[in-house]
Nanobody
Framework: QVQLVESGGGLVQTGGSLRLSCVAS????????MAWFRQALGKEREFVAA????????YYADSGKRRFTISRINAKNTMYLQMNNMQPEDTAVYYC????????????????????WGQGTQVTVSS
Protein backbone atom coordinates (compact mmCIF):
# COMPACT_ATOMS: atom_id res chain seq x y z
CA GLN A 1 0.00 0.00 0.00
CA VAL A 2 0.98 3.60 -0.44
CA GLN A 3 2.24 5.52 2.59
CA LEU A 4 0.71 8.95 3.21
CA VAL A 5 2.05 11.84 5.29
CA GLU A 6 0.05 15.01 5.89
CA SER A 7 1.48 18.40 6.82
CA GLY A 8 0.48 22.04 6.93
CA GLY A 9 -1.93 22.03 9.82
CA GLY A 10 -1.83 24.61 12.57
CA LEU A 11 -3.67 27.42 14.29
CA VAL A 12 -5.42 30.05 12.19
CA GLN A 13 -7.88 32.84 12.96
CA THR A 14 -11.43 32.92 11.61
CA GLY A 15 -11.34 34.05 8.01
CA GLY A 16 -7.76 32.91 7.53
CA SER A 17 -6.27 30.34 5.18
CA LEU A 18 -4.20 27.17 5.35
CA ARG A 19 -2.82 24.79 2.75
CA LEU A 20 -2.52 21.14 3.67
CA SER A 21 -0.21 18.77 1.84
CA CYS A 22 -0.26 14.99 1.58
CA VAL A 23 2.88 13.32 0.27
CA ALA A 24 2.66 9.74 -0.95
CA SER A 25 5.42 7.16 -1.17
CA UNK A 26 5.83 3.48 -1.86
CA UNK A 27 3.61 3.15 -4.91
CA UNK A 28 2.84 4.95 -8.16
CA UNK A 29 0.91 7.99 -6.98
CA UNK A 30 -0.74 8.66 -10.33
CA UNK A 31 -2.94 5.55 -10.14
CA UNK A 32 -4.58 6.58 -6.87
CA UNK A 33 -7.82 8.41 -6.29
CA MET A 34 -7.24 10.67 -3.31
CA ALA A 35 -9.35 12.40 -0.70
CA TRP A 36 -9.35 14.55 2.41
CA PHE A 37 -11.44 13.67 5.44
CA ARG A 38 -11.63 15.36 8.81
CA GLN A 39 -12.62 14.36 12.29
CA ALA A 40 -13.56 16.81 14.99
CA LEU A 41 -13.32 15.89 18.65
CA GLY A 42 -16.20 13.63 19.59
CA LYS A 43 -17.52 13.39 16.04
CA GLU A 44 -17.33 10.88 13.22
CA ARG A 45 -14.86 11.22 10.39
CA GLU A 46 -16.41 13.18 7.54
CA PHE A 47 -15.66 13.68 3.88
CA VAL A 48 -14.10 16.97 2.81
CA ALA A 49 -13.00 16.60 -0.82
CA ALA A 50 -11.77 14.04 -3.36
CA UNK A 51 -9.77 14.13 -6.58
CA UNK A 52 -9.45 11.37 -9.12
CA UNK A 53 -6.12 9.91 -10.21
CA UNK A 54 -5.91 12.08 -13.34
CA UNK A 55 -6.71 15.26 -11.43
CA UNK A 56 -9.50 16.46 -13.69
CA UNK A 57 -12.44 15.39 -11.54
CA UNK A 58 -13.07 16.69 -8.05
CA TYR A 59 -15.78 16.32 -5.44
CA TYR A 60 -16.55 18.48 -2.41
CA ALA A 61 -18.67 18.29 0.69
CA ASP A 62 -21.16 21.14 0.94
CA SER A 63 -19.23 22.51 3.92
CA GLY A 64 -16.17 23.21 1.76
CA LYS A 65 -17.66 24.32 -1.52
CA ARG A 66 -16.45 27.78 -2.62
CA ARG A 67 -13.93 27.80 0.27
CA PHE A 68 -11.75 24.71 -0.25
CA THR A 69 -9.81 23.60 -3.31
CA ILE A 70 -8.34 20.14 -3.73
CA SER A 71 -5.51 19.63 -6.19
CA ARG A 72 -2.62 17.30 -6.93
CA ILE A 73 0.72 17.24 -8.70
CA ASN A 74 1.42 13.67 -9.72
CA ALA A 75 5.02 14.43 -10.62
CA LYS A 76 5.56 15.45 -6.98
CA ASN A 77 3.50 12.61 -5.44
CA THR A 78 1.58 15.30 -3.59
CA MET A 79 -2.03 16.29 -3.00
CA TYR A 80 -3.12 19.61 -1.55
CA LEU A 81 -6.10 21.16 0.18
CA GLN A 82 -6.29 24.93 0.05
CA MET A 83 -8.67 26.19 2.70
CA ASN A 84 -9.84 29.81 2.65
CA ASN A 85 -12.22 31.82 4.83
CA MET A 86 -11.85 29.25 7.54
CA GLN A 87 -14.41 28.98 10.32
CA PRO A 88 -14.27 27.53 13.84
CA GLU A 89 -16.33 24.56 12.65
CA ASP A 90 -13.42 23.61 10.38
CA THR A 91 -11.42 22.68 13.48
CA ALA A 92 -10.53 19.00 13.21
CA VAL A 93 -7.81 16.51 12.47
CA TYR A 94 -7.48 16.30 8.70
CA TYR A 95 -6.58 13.00 7.07
CA CYS A 96 -5.62 12.14 3.54
CA UNK A 97 -6.79 8.87 2.04
CA UNK A 98 -6.03 6.89 -1.10
CA UNK A 99 -7.39 4.05 -3.16
CA UNK A 100 -6.11 2.71 -6.50
CA UNK A 101 -8.59 3.84 -9.11
CA UNK A 102 -8.99 0.29 -10.46
CA UNK A 103 -9.87 -0.98 -6.98
CA UNK A 104 -12.35 1.74 -6.19
CA UNK A 105 -15.91 0.77 -5.33
CA UNK A 106 -18.67 2.54 -3.49
CA UNK A 107 -18.72 6.29 -3.11
CA UNK A 108 -15.94 8.86 -2.93
CA UNK A 109 -17.81 10.33 0.04
CA UNK A 110 -17.39 7.23 2.22
CA UNK A 111 -14.27 6.55 4.28
CA UNK A 112 -14.73 2.81 3.74
CA UNK A 113 -13.96 3.29 0.03
CA UNK A 114 -10.31 4.14 0.75
CA UNK A 115 -7.52 1.66 1.49
CA UNK A 116 -4.71 3.83 2.84
CA TRP A 117 -4.69 6.65 5.37
CA GLY A 118 -2.24 9.16 6.74
CA GLN A 119 -1.72 9.91 10.42
CA GLY A 120 -3.55 13.23 10.28
CA THR A 121 -2.70 16.86 10.87
CA GLN A 122 -4.45 19.10 13.40
CA VAL A 123 -6.21 22.22 12.17
CA THR A 124 -7.55 24.70 14.73
CA VAL A 125 -9.53 27.79 13.84
CA SER A 126 -9.82 30.37 16.59
CA SER A 127 -12.87 32.62 16.84
Amino acid sequence: QVQLVESGGGLVQTGGSLRLSCVASGRTFSIYDMAWFRQALGKEREFVAAILYHGTSTYYADSGKRRFTISRINAKNTMYLQMNNMQPEDTAVYYCAAVPNRQFSGSYYYASSYHSWGQGTQVTVSS
